[in-house]
């Protein structure tokens, strides 16, 4: 049955990005991450990095990075062509690492290359968009200039992390920047009219606790709320091997929050959120042989089930808590 909520076809009761993507393009795309070769400024000189994060910057879904990003492109593009059966449109993904960390010449041959990415056959694919993940630091005026630039040719969307608009637990978790930072570069990125795709991420220890508690995470979806972000990820914490994380955990320093708690939690957070914002991502899951924990993690469809049926059983929405003005109906 097709839910009340206005962008929505199916049962859903929240915007998704299938839904956002077959409106905006007439049809599904094909999201390939891509793996650049960039670093990241929290992960030098001696920094470990934000306690999560793997050896791969977050791009543990990418191709080798020993590929050139065109191979890459192609390789995952033939992949999914075979799996779906049909050549789609693609929205390459620069995901692992800070990807506009590089002098902006550097940006501008990799990411003008990108519109021109082929198939594994040299045929040309279409490329509405491009996806850069990054860090509000990593955002010098004349970087933004040139994403500005790009926006023009494409839609481009810079993926932000801000994980909790709380700074003491930004600093627990070694994020290496505050929520003004966050704002600094959030704004920026708005004023010069390129949409930003926010991460978040629920329970997360902090200054004085081995978890936020819920309302310190409805905080920050509130204050989400408030600068209306074209699109968002909701994300779970879940521990990965070779991680400052993963020592925590072994200590037994985390609280890491059963299923039903996570599911309840998003699902009053997405109720706080306008309903335009399009959601990207509603859990977190890495590679299933290195995440160390939370199991339930790993059923992603699980995770989305349950969210789909609380909402429905509480005939809740996302935006039904939500006022334009700022804060919650
Ligand atoms: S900003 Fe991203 S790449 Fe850098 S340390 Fe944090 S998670 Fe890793």
């Known amino acids: 049955m097709q839910s009340r909520f206005p962008y929505s076809d199916t049962n859903k009761r929240y915007h998704t990005y299938d839904y956002y993507l077959r409106h905006r393009y007439g049809t599904k795309c094909a999201r390939i991450p891509i793996d650049a070769g960039f670093s990241c400024p929290n992960r030098e000189q001696g920094g470990r990095g934000c306690i999560y994060c793997s050896s791969r910057g977050s791009g543990d879904f990418c191709s080798d990075v020993l590929l050139p990003p065109e191979e890459q492109f192609a390789r995952e593009y033939a992949r999914l062509t075979g799996k779906w059966g049909k050549r789609l449109p693609a929205i390459p993904y620069f995901q692992a690492f800070s990807g506009t960390y590089a002098p902006t010449a550097q940006l501008r041959a990799l990411y003008d290359a990108a519109l021109h990415y082929t198939d594994e056959m040299g045929q040309p694919v279409v490329i509405p968009a491009i996806s850069i993940a990054t860090r509000p630091d990593c955002l010098p005026p004349e970087t933004v200039a040139y994403l500005a630039m790009l926006n023009r040719l494409c839609d481009v969307t810079v993926e932000l992390g801000l994980q909790s608009m709380h700074d003491a637990t930004l600093s627990r978790i070694g994020r290496g920047h505050d929520l003004a930072s966050f704002c600094d570069g959030y704004d920026r990125l708005r004023a010069a009219g390129i949409a930003v795709c926010v991460h978040i991420i629920n329970g997360l220890p902090t200054a004085d606790a081995p978890c936020e508690s819920r ?23 879940h521990v990965m091997e070779h991680t400052p994380l993963s020592d ?10 059963p299923q039903e708690d996570y599911v309840t939690l998003v699902c009053d957070q997405l109720a706080l959120l306008p309903p335009e914002t399009v959601i990207c991502r509603l859990t977190g899951d890495g590679p299933a042989d290195t995440t160390l924990a939370p199991a339930w993690t790993k059923n992603k469809r699980a995770v989305l089930a349950a969210i789909d049926k609380t909402l429905a059983a509480r005939d809740l929405c996302q935006g039904d808590r939500y006022a334009p003005a700022g804060g919650a109906k």
């Open 215 to 237: 309302e310190q995470m409805l905080e920050t979806a509130a204050f989400l709320a408030e600068r209306r972000p074209a699109f968002v990820k909701i994300h779970m914490l």
């Open 248 to 257: 925590m955990w072994r200590a037994d320093a985390l609280r890491l929050l």
